[in-house]
C-alpha cells in the first residue's frame, strides 16, 4: 500500500511504518552518541509507544543497556487500515533492541486493568526477577474501571470562561477560542484519568508481587508551562489532575519508605505529541516557543529532553529537584528571557503575521514525523507492508 498522511483537524489517521522505524532509529542514534551511563538496568515503562515514554525506552535501552518492558494502547494494522503509529514504534525498536542484545518485550492492552498489570508482573518475574526503575508516561482520554464505570477526561477550566487567541490548524489563521469551565464531575474524573491512583495502584501491584527491586526509583511526567496557559492548562482540568500526580509521588514516598522507594515527579517541556495537540490555545504557544527556543539554541525535543534527564537530572542515582521535590526539564522553557519574548509575540502574533512570529512549520514537521510522514531517507511513492 502507498501510505499518505490523513489529517483531521488535530489527528493524523494514517501513519507509515518506515517512517515511523525512521524516527525510532534517530532517537536511538541520538542516545548512542551521548555515551553510556551507569542508569537503571531493568525498566518497566507504561505508555512506552510514542512521545515521552518512547524516548525513556529508548534512553533506558541505550543509554545504560536497560531491559526494558513496555506497556501501550495501539492498534494493530487491518486490511484497509494502517496501525497506530505507537505500533509502528514499538515493533522497530523491539526489532533494533534485540538486534543490538538488549531485552525487550511489550505489552499491548489496557494500562488502567487488573488484567494488563498481572500480565506485566508475571513477564518480571518470568523474565527479569525484578525491575530497578518504573516511568509512569500516560496519557489517556478516559479510564475503564473493572466494574465497567468509564471516566472521560475533559480539557476545560475549573473557574470563568477562558478566551484567549488560538491557531486555527487547518488555515493558519488565529481567532479567539474560549474554553468554558468543567462541571465537579468532570474535573474528578479528569483527575481520575490523569492523576495519580492508577501510578499509586501500579506501584502497590508491583510491590505486593514483590517486583521492584530495594531503592526502586519510580518517575511520572508532567507539565506545568507559563502563566498564560494556567487558565487552561495548571488551574484548568487537567492541572487538577497534574497536581493529584505530584501529591501522588509524595504519598507514593511515604507508603514505600521501608521499600526505600524513590518516586519522582518530572516537570517536562511542552511539546508536539499526539496528547498535547488536542489542548485548545496551547497549540500557538507552542509554535511560537518553537520559534524562540530554536533562535536561542535551547530548543529540545522528547528524546533530548528524557537524554538530559538520564544524563544530569538523574545523574549517578541522585535526582535533582527543586523546592517541592519536582524534577524541572522544563527548566529552560520556563528561563524569564524565553518566556518574556514569547510574550511579546503574543501579544502581536495575528493571522497576517503568524508565518513570520511563529514556527509554524517547525510545530507541523514535529507532527507529522510523529506519524512517521516527512523523512527525507524515506521514498513515500513507494508500496509499503502495512
Ligand atoms: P503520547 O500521547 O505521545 O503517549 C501516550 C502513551 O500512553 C502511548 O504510549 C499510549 O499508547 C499510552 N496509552 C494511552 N492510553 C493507554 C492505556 N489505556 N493503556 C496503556 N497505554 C496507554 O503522550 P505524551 O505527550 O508523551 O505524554 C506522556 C506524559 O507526559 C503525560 O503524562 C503528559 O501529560 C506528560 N507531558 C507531556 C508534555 C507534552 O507537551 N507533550 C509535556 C510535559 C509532560
Not at 20 to 25: D, I, L
Not at 43 to 63: D, E, F, N
Not at 352 to 360: P, V
Request: net charge negative.
Amino acid at each position: 500500500m502507498i501510505v499518505e498522511p490523513k489529517v483531521r483537524g488535530f489527528i493524523c489517521t494514517t501513519a507509515h511504518p518506515l517512517g515511523c522505524k525512521e524516527n525510532v532509529k534517530l532517537q536511538i542514534e541520538y542516545i548512542k552518541k551521548q555515551g553510556i551511563i551507569n542508569g537503571p538496568k531493568k525498566v518497566l515503562i507504561i505508555g512506552a509507544s510514542t512521545g515521552y515514554g518512547l524516548a525513556s525506552r529508548i534512553a533506558a535501552a541505550y543509554g545504560s543497556g536497560a531491559s526494558t518492558i513496555g506497556v501501550m494502547y495501539e492498534k494493530e494494522a487491518t486490511e484497509k487500515r494502517t496501525a497506530t503509529p505507537g505500533w509502528y514504534n514499538t515493533q522497530a525498536f523491539e526489532e533494533y533492541a534485540i538486534k543490538d542484545g538488549l531485552y525487550a518485550t511489550s505489552i499491548n492492552g489496557d494500562a488502567f486493568s487488573r488484567d494488563v498489570k498481572e500480565q506485566v508482573i508475571t513477564r518480571v518475574k518470568e523474565d527479569l526477577g525484578k525491575v530497578d526503575m518504573v516511568i509512569y508516561s500516560l496519557a489517556a482520554p478516559r479510564r475503564t474501571m473493572e466494574d465497567g464505570t468509564v471516566y472521560q477526561s475533559v480539557l476545560k477550566t475549573t473557574e470563568d470562561n477562558y478566551t484567549n487567541k488560538s491557531w486555527n490548524l487547518r488555515d493558519n489563521t488565529i481567532s479567539e477560542a474560549t474554553v468554558i469551565p468543567a462541571t465537579e464531575d468532570e474535573v474528578n474524573a479528569t483527575v481520575k484519568v490523569m492523576g495519580g491512583e492508577d501510578w499509586m495502584d501500579w506501584i502497590k501491584a508491583l510491590s505486593d508481587a514483590d517486583v521492584l527491586e530495594q531503592g526502586a526509583v519510580t518517575i511520572a511526567y508532567s507539565y506545568i508551562g507559563p502563566k498564560l496557559t494556567y487558565p487552561i492548562y495548571y488551574n484548568g482540568t487537567i492541572g487538577m489532575a497534574k497536581k493529584h500526580l505530584h501529591e501522588s509521588a509524595e504519598r507514593l514516598n511515604q507508603t514505600f519508605a521501608n521499600k526505600g522507594i524513590k518516586a519522582y515527579v518530572s516537570v517536562n517541556k511542552a511539546l508536539v505529541t499526539q496528547a498535547s495537540s488536542a489542548i485548545p490555545i496551547v497549540p500557538l504557544y507552542f509554535a511560537i516557543l518553537y520559534k524562540v527556543m530554536k533562535e536561542k539554541g535551547i530548543h529540545e525535543g522528547c528524546i533530548e529532553q528524557i537524554g538530559r534527564l538520564f544524563h544530569e537530572k538523574l545523574a549517578n542515582g541522585i535526582a535533582q529537584v527543586d523546592e517541592h521535590n519536582l524534577i524541572r526539564l522544563d527548566d529552560y522553557e520556563l528561563k524569564e528571557d524565553i518566556q518574556k519574548e514569547v510574550f511579546e509575540i503574543w501579544d502581536r502574533i495575528n493571522s497576517d503575521n503568524i508565518l513570520e512570529l511563529a514556527d509554524i512549520k517547525g510545530y507541523w514537521d514535529d507532527f507529522y514525523r510523529m506519524f512517521g510522514f516527512g523523512f527525507d531517507q524515506i521514498d513515500y511513492t513507494q508500496d509499503v507492508e502495512i
